[in-house]
């Protein structure tokens, strides 16, 4: 029997950074900030993170090109990196991302590649511990409750099935 499943969620939305918590807003201000240190020669698309950690550290990160692709590293993975590094064992609460063009900052809300959002899903699953997203475009900013929201049916340490039942 063939059986139609659905998979939904929902999420909020706002015009205006103005309409942020100042927790939010201070974070995004950190993504386009960062945005700017952005290495993106090739595709002119800067984008910048900025991670929240739980003692309330933020850490920022830029993606990075390469010519030699897919070298590079995008700004998600660098912040969640940096954090990991520096930062051990301080776990990861909302993560901001936005970009910029040269003309500027994007005017929707850009979300995570298919690469990030599953270093996202893992970071959610290592430290059982949702983190909320923030996609700041210039016309829209979404408010996302959980990364693993952003890959429905993700793989995870699960999947593996190293440890069978």
């Known amino acids: 029997m063939i059986r139609t499943n659905y998979i939904t969620f929902s999420y909020n939305e706002v015009d205006d950074i103005e309409e942020l918590n100042s927790a939010d807003r201070e974070l995004l201000l950190s993504a386009r900030v960062a945005a700017k240190n952005a290495y993106a020669p090739y595709s002119k698309f800067k984008v910048g993170a900025a991670l929240r950690l739980e003692s309330g550290v933020i850490v920022t990160g830029v993606n990075?090109?390469?010519a030699a692709f897919p070298s590079g590293i995008c700004a998600e993975r660098s912040a969640l990196a940096a954090a990991s590094s520096a930062h051990p064992g301080d776990i990861p609460v909302v993560l901001a991302i936005?970009?910029?063009?040269?003309?500027?900052l994007c005017d929707d809300a850009v979300s995570p590649c298919g690469n990030?959002?599953?270093v996202i899903n893992e970071e959610e699953s290592r430290n059982g511990r949702n983190i909320r997203i923030i996609l700041g475009g210039k016309n829209k900013i979404s408010l996302i409750e959980k990364g693993g929201d952003l890959l429905p049916l993700g793989f995870n340490k699960d999947s593996l099935q190293i440890n069978p039942r």
């Open 64 to 66: 990075i090109e390469n």
């Open 98 to 104: 936005t970009a910029f063009t040269d003309h500027g």
């Open 116 to 118: 990030c959002r599953q």
